[in-house]
């Protein structure tokens, strides 16, 4: 048997691409989830065209070292999710998964070309991001959420066009040394950059570019580098605020709309 259900709306295959017997059953049952992992395909680029018959299906999963199907035969179903809760699927390209609604993907690898061109994206989150130039969501239109977790690299994002309709944007551990490109996104409301401590070896980041962002409410680097380009941030974007770390910014003394944190300063390795 192709199709298994483990649950009251949840499926899995085993063994290949179901029957039509085994459609309609998920189908009947309302299945809204479907696990796909090793023992589900033989080779990657299974045809998933069967999902369209399952009408209340919206999300798929990938784990273990699955055998990616071909998921851009799934366009045209109810689905608009992907779960890649694994480094160990087979990569895709991502014009592939690019007419999905939202991604939330474990490795940055899987996508083999870098997660740019997503022509209907809203929700991207990705982990295990190497590179330290990071071109993830460039070109993406409709992208609206983007989180990403890096390996505490010291990054910069490079954009040739950047997603205009992004709100928010968030990582973890990766530390930015340029965000000029990102204060390019017109619509930008809130950016979130989180590290376990602030690293003064790597010099500084200037975010004066921010300072024509209108729409910014939200702008913490702080757990990063030092700051310089406060002041301008705060003339020209008139509803923002900044968090700063301890002394290490630029900031104007009594500034309104400055938020300042205390975070703890990494230390050096020690020479042997």
Not at 46 to 57: E, G, Q
Not at 148 to 177: K, Y
Not at 242 to 253: F, G, I, S, Y
């Amino acid at each position: 048997m192709a199709l298994i259900l483990h649950s009251r709306t949840g499926a899995r295959i085993v063994g290949g691409v179901p029957g039509v017997a085994e459609v309609d059953e998920a189908r009947d049952a309302g299945v809204t989830t479907l696990r796909l992992d090793t023992a589900s395909f033989d080779a990657p680029g299974a045809d998933m065209r069967w999902v369209a018959d399952i009408p209340t299906l919206r999300t798929v999963f990938l784990h273990d070292r699955v055998r990616t199907p071909d998921i851009a035969s799934m366009r045209g179903s109810a689905v608009d999710e992907l779960c890649v809760w694994t480094p160990g699927a087979s990569p895709v390209r991502s014009e592939d998964v690019g007419w999905l609604r939202r991604i939330d993907c474990e490795a940055a690898s899987f996508a083999s070309d870098g997660w740019v061109d997503l022509s209907d994206v809203v929700t991207l989150q990705i982990g295990r991001v190497r590179e330290d130039e990071v071109r993830i969501g460039d070109g993406s239109d409709r992208l609206e959420f983007l989180k990403l977790r890096g390996r505490s690299q010291t990054a910069r994002i490079v954009w040739s066009r950047p997603p205009a309709r992004l709100g928010t944007f968030m990582t973890h551990s990766v530390r930015w040394s340029d965000l000029d490109d990102l204060a390019r996104c017109p619509r930008l409301a809130s950016v979130q950059v989180y590290n376990s401590t602030l690293d003064t070896a790597q010099g500084s980041i200037d975010i004066s570019a921010f300072g024509g962002s209108a729409a910014l409410r939200e702008l913490h680097v702080a757990e990063n580098l030092p700051l310089r380009g406060v002041p301008a941030v705060l003339a020209g974007a008139p509803r923002a605020t900044v968090h700063v770390a301890r002394d290490l910014h630029d900031a104007p003394d009594g500034a309104e709309r400055v938020h300042r944190i205390a975070v703890p300063i990494k230390k050096p390795r020690a020479v042997r």
